[in-house]
């Protein structure tokens, strides 16, 4: 799983790779059972300061980044408004993104918003036949925030429906910009990032992921990080 994490990820920040997802301690779970799935992105990002730390025990020293307002989320949204590129937002319950998308069109002027749908499908034909129409909507940009590994899937299986633009998961995302504006975290915490510590203080529903999931990862991490070093120690 660590060789995976070092191969795909980028420090160059002037690319723009096709496909992005974002790992975090409790999502480093689910990729672990699905390397398949994350092997077909081009760039896998540390989602959290824990992250980034850890794998500079890997040898990787790659800065956090989330698809939030304090870190890629400004970058790529500033750009695709400059650019005149298209973009189709994905997540949530029904009318969270709209709610986000219009404080995000208030804040980059010009941003074109090729759709937004919710997150949720009522069977696999709905999910099927609307990946057909957004891969024929051909939007420059899609942002999924579905939850992993869910939002990968989706991003993927409109990359193998012919799409060829530019996608980004983007977890809960549309959900904090409808509620928190594009200022979600105070400044002060993102400096410390305590950012972790508000989301529990906002949704308590979270404190079993920062407490017992976070403490698993943990665990993972140390028998991955072994078996990385034993596997390096063999090809030396």
């Excluded at 400044?187 to 510590?197: E, S, V």
Aim: include cysteine.
């Amino acid at each position: 799983m660590i060789e995976l994490l070092k191969q795909r990820a980028s420090a160059d920040a002037s690319a723009r790779p096709r496909l992005v997802t974002f790992l975090n301690p409790y999502s480093y779970r689910v990729a672990r059972g699905r390397q398949e799935l994350y092997q077909r992105f081009d760039v896998i990002h540390y989602d959290g300061i824990a992250l980034a730390m850890l794998m500079q025990l890997a040898g990787v020293k790659v800065a956090r980044k989330s698809f939030d307002m304090t870190s890629l989320a400004p970058e790529v949204l500033a750009s695709a408004a400059s650019e005149g590129r298209r973009v189709y937002f994905i997540g949530g319950e029904p009318g969270v993104p709209e709610q986000a998308v219009a404080k995000l069109q208030a804040r980059f002027s010009g941003l074109q918003v090729a759709g937004v749908r919710h997150g949720f499908f009522s069977d696999e034909t709905e999910r099927v036949s609307f990946i057909q129409e957004l891969a024929a909507l051909a939007p420059d940009i899609v942002i999924v925030g579905m939850g992993a590994p869910l939002q990968e899937s989706l991003l993927l299986e409109l990359a193998g429906a012919g799409w060829r633009g530019e996608g980004y998961t983007c977890g809960g995302f549309l959900h904090q910009t409808a509620k928190g504006g594009t200022q979600y975290y105070p400044p002060w915490m993102d400096r410390m990032n305590l950012r972790w510590l508000y989301r529990i203080v906002d949704e308590p529903k979270l404190i079993k992921r920062y407490t017992i999931d976070y403490s698993i990862f943990l665990w993972l991490f140390a028998g991955d990080l072994l078996a990385f070093y034993a596997n390096r120690r063999r090809k030396a």
